[in-house]
């Protein structure tokens, strides 16, 4: 039986591209089909943000753009433009994502801690815009990052308590 | 500059105790030093002190988030006196000074509880007798306080760390005169601490396996066939290695093995993601063999069918149950079964390797380095002594990680590449080739009088083999619950041959067994007109200890009567009984003992009109033993335990069909996410028997006490998994 790839995909060559990421320009000579993920983690060597499905699906990847959390998997580096980058290695620059990651510690949240990396992200857009997020308004920003080791109880109380550090 | 002759070793045998000896061979002395300091001294392979009173303390068994990398330096650490704040971690590579380097079935802390509290003692007293040297004064006049000994007496004391030169130098106890801290005195034991590396975590520090980074690294991709075992017959690996950013690009015969090499085609590239991309352009013929019946669907048909007739095999009878179904004042029959699971570890399985010159260097994210290092070894043919493998902390294990094939097929392809290589699947790679939960059947039938006493068992379980014997764990003991506690009872096994490697799966056996059991027990009583609880009690009768049958996992045995105060202590907590409840909203009970831990759990869940399930509380009482070594850890794993059943319960499977896995990612195998987790509360009965681990028995009474609380909301018995699968919308 031939067990042939169908979905045939251009190979466009390098291009230079610039973009900002925690605050500093870098500049990669790189295919621009190339995810922001890969860049991030084997071209810069920030590998803080962390792959774990590819598809948008488990938001470990969770960076910021312009402060909104996306998914660096499914963000080609040639659609970043001129837009901010910030990644888990420096949201702790901003007092919310300092709060965020503080409570983290304080709470003991992580277990293997690898998706943490995206919830913090995902956390710490959602502080940013609504200081003092309800059990609902948590559900919905934190839905699309998974913990396969369900510490979900920790990170709800740690957000709680990242807002209440923010309000002091 | 500080002497370094005087190296002592205190180590552990394998089977418990300590080896004593005076000297470390040159190779491991190098390799204990080195990371807390040039001038640290090493009291033991375990213990190392600087000057300034810093201690490093090295965790042999892997991290990958059971907390064992705390867990077991607590443990030194409280019986050396050490001061908390003045220690660090070392993870140990795979090392023979270390004892059962493996994070597997709930083991580190039972195994380890006396151990390495004896390490830490005798690193005490190797203290102790330096300061008695150096005051001259008796050794049993000295006593310690966090970080320093201390002579009352005449008012003297001296700092760990002034002391370490000296103590090193001293005789190596006796494990027989070391003396144990009374647990009534403990300082660190049983104090809720964080865990060192989550400041690291939250920073996003490089710290995992797929993090890892070693010069002239070259990224891998590695094709293999989705029928497990299917053999490559040809493929356009030549036109792969033309594309941008390919270094190498090369077919792999590999062996029968599931759990080793296959067969496969492997890219090696600049970064990782034009490996991918490359490697979607592969064109490749495979032998499948055959792969008739291998789909789900046979197996459910097939299961059915050998249901209708007597098991191939007994695993156990007493009594006589046909008869006894005759003299029962309530028979019941149910058909449960359960599908097949991925790990799904959030980090995909990796490694990296690097093969030259005959050595092979390896950092892998395992739970179970040494038959890795075997595996490769036989695989390359090279001999166990030119391998050296580095333990790096996982993205979660749940007994995938037992399995070493990724680090195999990464050392494989860092030889023929001829570079060091990072090896990364897919998250379709992970689920594809996995080594799964078992699926399984149990065809129930059962009796009770009318005293609500269960007198008769059967279960027909339908199970899977795997080259004519048992797939792996997808056996079941013949001690199985509620064997020993009903007279008359009969488990018969037949088996439906399978090509899909199976494995332990966090609570093996028990992950499973746990619903289709705990489920029917509960359809027992409600048939019965008995209380789940009373129920309960009734079958456990009074508290007494059965040993286990002879078998390979035996343990001390089933205690009914802790199994009974857990049962009892979450009927308190939930306030079971106490509450009426709306149509739609209802408590289930559930009860297991595994990995010689007990727990009873309650979910509270809702169910709406259009059927959807709102889980909205779960309750945990556990008995682990005497000691909770670290509350704040032993809530989180709890805790996290019973949400992984619940996410199992509600929204994973895996189909099979011609022979290989359909889903591939998190669009289909649901993982539990923010929403839909419940508040759940932990309890711990703490009781007179030793320490017990909690990485799983946590796990298993949380599918079932879901599924009976959705039986008491609205009156439907789901008996088969993952609920997402029933429509609830009629039964709201």
């Known amino acids: 039986m031939l067990i042939g790839k169908t979905d045939r995909v251009e190979f466009c060559g390098t291009m230079k591209y610039s973009v900002e990421i925690n605050g500093a320009k870098r500049t990669v000579d790189i295919d621009g089909e190339t995810p922001l993920l890969w860049v991030l983690r084997d071209t810069l060597d920030l590998k803080g943000t962390k792959f774990g499905c590819g598809a948008a699906q488990c938001g470990a990847c969770t960076v910021h753009m312009n402060g909104h959390p996306i998914r660096a998997c499914q963000t080609p580096i040639a659609s970043v433009g001129d837009a901010r980058i910030t990644t888990i290695e420096a949201i702790g620059d901003s007092k919310v994502g300092k709060h965020v990651q503080e409570a983290w510690i304080e709470l003991d949240v992580p277990q293997c801690g690898y998706c943490q990396a995206g919830q913090i992200m995902s956390a710490t857009a959602l502080l940013t815009r609504n200081p003092?997020?309800?059990?609902?308004?948590?559900?919905?920003?934190?839905?699309?990052?998974?913990?396969?080791?369900?510490?979900?109880?920790?990170?709800?109380?740690?957000?709680?308590?990242?807002?209440?550090?923010?309000?002091? | 500059m500080l002497a370094r002759r005087n190296f002592l070793k205190v180590s552990l045998a394998a089977g418990g105790g300590m080896l004593l000896t005076a000297t470390l061979p040159a190779a491991a002395k190098?390799?204990?030093?080195?990371?807390?300091?040039?001038?640290?001294?090493?009291?033991?392979?375990?213990?190392?002190?600087?000057?300034?009173g810093l201690i490093t303390i090295t965790a042999k068994n892997p991290e990958v988030g059971q907390g064992v990398k705390m867990m077991l330096p607590m443990l030194i650490a409280e019986e050396l006196d050490a001061d908390w704040s003045k220690v660090q971690i070392a993870q140990a590579d795979l090392d023979a000074r270390y004892p059962g380097q493996v994070a597997g079935g709930s083991t580190a802390t039972p195994l380890n509880w006396l151990p390495m509290r004896q390490?830490?003692?005798?690193?005490?007293?190797?203290?102790?007798?330096?300061?008695?040297?150096?005051?001259?004064?008796?050794?049993a006049e000295c006593e310690t306080a966090p970080g320093v000994v201390l002579h009352k007496a005449t008012g003297q004391s001296l700092s760990f760390g002034a002391l370490a030169t000296q103590a090193a130098s001293m005789p190596v106890p006796d494990v027989k005169t070391l003396k144990l801290k009374d647990p009534k005195t403990f300082r660190i034991i049983g104090q809720p601490t964080r865990n060192l590396e989550v400041p690291r975590i939250v920073t996003g520090q490089p710290m995992f396996g797929i993090d890892v980074s070693v010069p002239g690294m070259l990224y891998a991709v590695f094709q293999k066939c989705d029928v497990h075992g299917g053999k490559l017959v040809r493929s356009n690996v030549a036109d792969i290695r033309k594309l941008p950013g390919v270094r190498a690009a090369f077919e792999v015969k590999g062996g029968t093995d599931l759990r080793g090499l296959l067969d496969g085609v492997a890219v090696v590239a600049d970064n990782w993601w034009q490996a991918n991309r490359a490697r979607q352009q592969l064109d490749i013929?495979?032998?499948?063999?055959?792969?008739?019946?291998?789909?789900?669907?046979?197996?459910?048909a097939t299961a059915i069918r050998m249901s209708k007739g007597r098991p191939e095999s007994i695993l156990r009878r007493d009594g006589n149950p046909d008869a006894a179904f005759g003299k029962a004042a309530h028979v019941l029959e149910a058909a449960y079964s359960y599908p097949f699971l991925s790990h799904t570890n959030l980090e995909p399985q990796n490694c990296t390797a690097h093969v030259k010159d005959g050595q092979v260097e390896i950092w892998a994210p395992t739970q179970n380095p040494a038959p890795g290092a075997a595996l490769v070894s036989s695989t390359l043919g090279v001999p166990p002594t030119a391998i050296k493998v580095h333990m790096v902390r996982a993205g979660g294990g749940f007994g995938r990680r037992l399995s070493n094939d990724y680090m195999v097929e990464a050392a494989w392809i860092s030889k023929v590449a001829g570079a060091p290589v990072k090896l990364l699947w897919t998250r379709e790679d992970d689920m594809r080739h996995d080594m799964y939960r078992p699926g399984g059947f149990h065809f129930f039938k059962a009796g009770v009088d009318a005293n609500g006493q269960l007198i008769a068992f059967r279960d027909h379980f339908v199970t899977y083999s795997q080259d004519g014997a048992i797939a792996a764990s997808a056996d079941m003991s013949p001690a199985e619950f509620p064997a020993r506690m009903v007279e008359h009872l009969e488990f018969g096994v037949s088996m439906i041959p399978l090509r899909a490697p199976t494995g332990p799966m966090r609570a093996p056996r028990s992950n499973a067994f746990g619903f289709a059991f705990q489920s029917f027990l509960d359809e027992l009583a409600h048939a019965s007109g008995v209380d789940p609880v009373q129920f309960a009690h009734n079958i456990l009768g009074a508290p007494r200890l059965l040993p286990d049958p002879p078998m390979p996992r035996q343990g001390p045995g089933?205690?009914?009567?802790?199994?009974?105060?857990?049962?009892?202590?979450?009927?308190?907590?939930s306030g079971w009984g106490k509450q009426t409840f709306p149509h739609g909203t209802g408590m289930g009970l559930a009860y297991?003992?595994?990995?010689?831990?007990?727990?009873?759990?309650?979910?509270?869940?809702?169910?709406?009109?259009?059927g959807e399930i709102t889980v909205d509380k779960v309750w945990v009482a556990g008995d682990i033993g005497s000691q909770i070594i670290n509350p704040l850890n032993a809530e989180n794993q709890a805790q996290g335990s019973a949400l992984d059943g619940i996410s199992q319960a509600l929204g994973q499977a895996l189909t099979i069909d011609g022979g290989r896995i359909v889903e591939g990612n998190f669009d289909s195998v649901l993982p539990l996410r923010m929403r839909q987790a419940p508040p759940v509360e932990v309890h711990f009965l703490v009781s007179d028997h030793p320490p017990t681990g909690l990485g799983e028995p946590a796990l298993p009474p949380a599918l079932p006490a879901l599924a009976n609380a959705i039986f008491a909301a609205t009156g439907k018995r789901i008996r088969s998994l993952p609920f997402k699968d029933h429509d609830l919308s009629a039964a709201a």
């Open chain 1, 132 to 168: 003092a997020p309800t059990d609902h308004d948590i559900n919905v920003a934190m839905s699309g990052n998974v913990c396969r080791c369900a510490t979900y109880t920790r990170i709800r109380a740690a957000i709680k308590h990242a807002a209440k550090a923010g309000s002091i």
């Open chain 2, 592 to 610: 297991y003992f595994s990995h010689l831990g007990y727990f009873a759990e309650v979910v509270q869940a809702t169910v709406n009109a259009t």
């Open chain 2, 119 to 139: 390490v830490g003692a005798a690193g005490r007293q190797m203290l102790i007798a330096a300061a008695a040297a150096q005051w001259g004064v008796p050794a």
């Open chain 2, 285 to 300: 013929i495979w032998d499948e063999g055959n792969v008739a019946g291998q789909s789900s669907h046979d197996f459910a």
């Open chain 2, 30 to 52: 190098a390799a204990t030093l080195g990371k807390a300091g040039t001038d640290a001294v090493a009291l033991n392979a375990y213990l190392q002190i600087a000057p300034d």
């Open chain 2, 558 to 573: 089933f205690d009914t009567g802790r199994m009974r105060g857990v049962i009892d202590l979450v009927a308190e907590k």
